[in-house]
């Protein structure tokens, strides 16, 4: 990956941030309804507010993370982290491959230069290999479970 145009899109990621971050979480909640219950919605919160900011936005952090660093290191960590817990609360592969797929959709959406839109390319089908891998591997994750 090109550290000068990742690193672009790294700004780009943190310029839209709020917007893209928006725009995915009220996907997720009008396509899966069932997950405004594993929010523990606080009061006077709203549900796609709350999807964005635990889960899309840290989402997109994790994205800027391995394009600044120039690792994909980090996201194993992560996923493996969140395939060992976020069952737990009823959040599927399913769940979590739509959310992979539609932030990198609307990344897209952004006027992106031809390298950016290899970077998007490369790092969304990355993540999904990943995602599917951790998923569907019998390797136990009781080990990866942060305090």
């Known amino acids: 990956m090109d550290e ?3 690193s672009q899109l790294a700004r780009r990621i943190a310029e839209h941030r709020p917007a ?4 995915v979480a009220g996907r ?10 594993t929010l523990r919605l606080e009061e006077n ?8 900011s635990v889960a899309v936005q840290p ?5 800027r993370a391995i394009l600044l660093f120039n690792t994909f290191e980090i996201a194993e960590t992560e996923l493996r982290w969140a395939r060992g ?14 959310m992979i797929r539609w932030y990198f959709e609307e990344l897209s959406q952004l006027p992106l230069s031809p390298a950016e839109r290899l970077v ?12 599917a891998r951790i998923y569907h591997s019998n390797e136990p994750n009781h080990h990866l479970v942060k305090a």
């Open 4 to 6: 000068v145009t990742a």
């Open 85 to 98: 817990v976020l069952p737990r609360w009823g959040v599927a592969y399913e769940h979590t491959t739509t």
């Open 59 to 63: 989402f997109g952090d994790l994205v």
């Open 120 to 131: 998007v390319m490369e790092v969304e089908q990355y993540l999904l290999h990943l995602i």
């Open 20 to 23: 893209l971050a928006k725009r």
């Open 28 to 37: 997720l909640l009008r396509a899966f309804p069932e997950l405004t219950h």
């Open 45 to 52: 919160y709203d549900p796609v507010e709350r999807m964005a």
